[in-house]
Nanobody, 128 residues
Framework: QVTLVESGGGLVPAGGSLRLSCVYS???????????FAWYRQAPGQQREPVAS???????NYAESWKGRCTISRDAAADTVVLQMNNLKPDDTAVYYC???????????????????WGQGTQVTVSS
C-alpha cells in the first residue's frame, strides 16, 4: 500500500555530512493515514536500530546517539522524508532504511516490528 525508495547514501569522510531522502508513494487513500515515518540503520552483523522518526503532526524523536547530529523532516508536497546527518563517524557506517506505519508513535525506542513498510535501504560508508 506504500512504497518507500531511499537515496543519498555514499562514501563520506569522518566529520562529513550526508542528506538521505525517502520518497514515498501509494494510494491516495492510504498515504494521508500514515502516522509515522522513520529512519533505521543496520551495520554488518548488527540488529537494525532506530535513528529518528517523525510523526504526522511533525513531532520528532531521535535515538540518543544521534541527538544533535541529525535532523529528520518531511516535505508532504514532495512526498519525501529527509534525514540530514552531520559530524558522521566511522561507526555510522551502515545501510540506512526508511520505514512507515499507520500508527502514530511518540518518544521512545521502537523496534523494527512497529513498522510495517520498509524501503530497500541506502549504503552509508564513513571513512576514518
Amino acid at each position: 500500500q506504500v512504497t518507500l525508495v531511499e537515496s543519498g547514501g555514499g562514501l563520506v569522510p569522518a566529520g562529513g555530512s550526508l542528506r538521505l531522502s525517502c520518497v514515498y508513494s501509494g494510494s491516495t487513500q492510504f498515504i494521508p493515514n500514515i502516522g509515522t515515518f522513520a529512519w533505521y540503520r543496520q551495520a554488518p552483523g548488527q540488529q537494525r536500530e532506530p535513528v529518528a522518526s517523525i510523526r504526522y503532526d511533525g513531532a520528532t524523536n531521535y535515538a540518543e546517539s544521534w541527538k544533535g547530529r541529525c535532523t529528520i523532516s518531511r516535505d508532504a508536497a514532495a512526498d519525501t522524508v529527509v534525514l540530514q546527518m552531520n559530524n558522521l563517524k566511522p561507526d555510522d557506517t551502515a545501510v540506512y532504511y526508511c520505514a512507515a506505519d499507520q500508527s502514530a508513535y511518540g518518544s521512545g525506542y521502537y523496534s523494527t516490528r512497529f513498522y510495517e513498510y520498509w524501503g530497500q535501504g541506502t549504503q552509508v560508508t564513513v571513512s576514518s
